[in-house]
C-alpha cells in the first residue's frame, strides 16, 4: 500500500530557502507514468498546485511560483524534495506531497506545516 | 493567470440534493481537463472523491457523482448526509500549459 510522509525543519526564517522531503513508501518512485507532486494550503485558504516531477525526470511547476521552485527525485532513498527559496510570510502552509497521473491523484501524505518567521 | 471559479459556500438541508460547480477563466470545462474533486474536513488533508469528470474512487459514497453541466464541471450530492459538510476543490489539468489548478473550493453546510 502507497503511503507518502513529508517531512521538514517546521521553521523557516523569511528569505531562506524552504527544504522539504517527501518518503514513498510502498511503490517504487520510478514507477512508470507518475507524477510526484507538492500542494500547500495557507492557513485558512484554499489549496494550490505547487509542481510535480514526472517519472522521466521532467518537471512543471505553477507559473506563479516557477522562479522560486526546484523540485527533485532521490532514487536511491525512495524520496522527492521541493526547495522553496526567498520565501516570505505568504508561503506558511500545509504542504503536501501526492502522487498522481494526469488523470487522478493516488496518493497523499498526511501534510506537514511549515511556518515562514523570524 | 488562469482561474478556476467554484461557489463560495451553499447550504443544503439532509436528505437534499446539491450540486457544486467548478468553472475555468479560459472557457468550457471539458472532459479533457480531466476535473478531479476532492472533500476536505477541518484538520485533515484532502480526499479525492471524482476523477476524470466522473470516475470514482473505490471509497467514494454512491451519493457523489460527477458530470459536466452548462460549460462547467459540476459534483452533485444526493441524500446529503450531516457528514457531508466539508470544503470541497475541484482540481482541473490544463494540457497546452502542462499545469494543474484547484478551485477556490465551496464551503458546504448541511442544515
Known amino acids: 500500500q502507497l503511503q507518502l510522509q513529508e517531512s521538514g525543519p517546521g521553521l523557516v526564517k523569511p528569505s531562506e530557502t524552504l527544504s522539504l522531503t517527501c518518503t514513498v513508501s510502498?511503490?517504487?518512485?520510478?514507477?512508470?507514468?507518475?507524477?510526484w507532486g507538492w500542494i500547500r494550503q495557507p492557513p485558512g485558504k484554499g489549496l494550490e498546485w505547487i509542481g510535480s516531477i514526472y517519472y522521466s525526470g521532467s518537471t512543471y511547476y505553477n507559473p506563479s511560483l516557477k522562479s522560486r521552485v526546484t523540485i527533485s527525485v532521490h532514487t536511491s532513498k525512495s524520496q522527492f524534495s521541493l526547495n522553496l527559496s526567498s520565501v516570505t510570510a505568504a508561503d506558511t502552509a500545509v504542504y503536501y506531497c501526492?502522487?498522481?497521473?494526469?488523470?487522478?491523484?493516488?496518493?497523499w501524505g498526511r501534510g506537514t506545516l511549515l511556518t515562514v518567521s523570524s | 493567470q488562469t482561474v478556476v471559479t467554484q461557489e463560495p459556500s451553499l447550504t443544503v438541508s439532509p436528505g437534499g440534493t446539491v450540486t457544486l460547480t467548478c468553472a475555468s477563466s479560459t472557457g468550457a470545462v471539458t472532459s479533457g481537463y480531466y476535473p478531479n474533486w476532492f472533500q476536505q474536513k477541518p484538520g485533515q488533508a484532502p480526499r479525492a472523491l471524482i476523477y476524470s469528470t466522473s470516475n470514482k474512487h473505490s471509497w467514494t459514497p454512491a451519493r457523489f457523482s460527477g458530470s459536466l453541466l452548462g460549460g462547467k464541471a459540476a459534483l452533485t450530492l444526493s441524500g446529503v448526509q450531516p457528514e457531508d459538510e466539508a470544503e470541497y476543490y475541484c482540481l482541473l489539468y490544463y494540457a497546452g500549459a502542462q499545469l494543474w489548478v484547484f478551485g477556490g473550493g465551496t464551503k458546504l453546510t448541511v442544515l
Open positions: 510502498g511503490d517504487s518512485i520510478s514507477s512508470n507514468n507518475y507524477y
Open positions: 501526492v502522487r498522481h497521473r494526469t488523470t487522478v491523484t493516488t496518493g
